[in-house]
């Protein structure tokens, strides 16, 4: 419990030794909460991990789109050519792809 900080959230429920529930999923922890926990014999706590923000995630959306544009760039080809319908329906499944597994 020396890890556990005040302002962390609870994953799970938190259940006495009867296993009533103390405090719903997703209480924030509080000093005063945490002075608590000794009295109710709990010495571990289910934390919620803090995940990325949402401007970090729109920023590895647009690395992870730039970098499928930078692999499917069009070079100039020897016969002056345009790559064909193959190669954009490729890049597009490529994109939505990428977007999927993201998520």
């Keep these: 419990m020396a890890q556990v900080q005040p302002g962390m959230t609870l994953s799970d429920e938190l259940l006495d030794m009867h296993g009533h529930v103390l405090l719903p999923e997703g209480t924030v922890l509080t000093e005063a909460l945490l002075a608590l926990m000794p009295r109710h014999g709990i010495d571990v706590l289910p934390i919620a991990l803090a995940g990325p923000d949402a401007a970090a995630l729109t920023a590895l959306e647009q690395h992870r789109r730039e970098r499928v544009d930078y692999l499917f760039r069009t070079p100039g080809t020897d016969d002056g050519t345009e790559p064909g319908p193959a190669r ?16």
């Design 88 to 103: 954009a329906l490729l890049h597009r499944l490529v994109h939505d792809y990428r977007a999927d597994t993201a998520s």
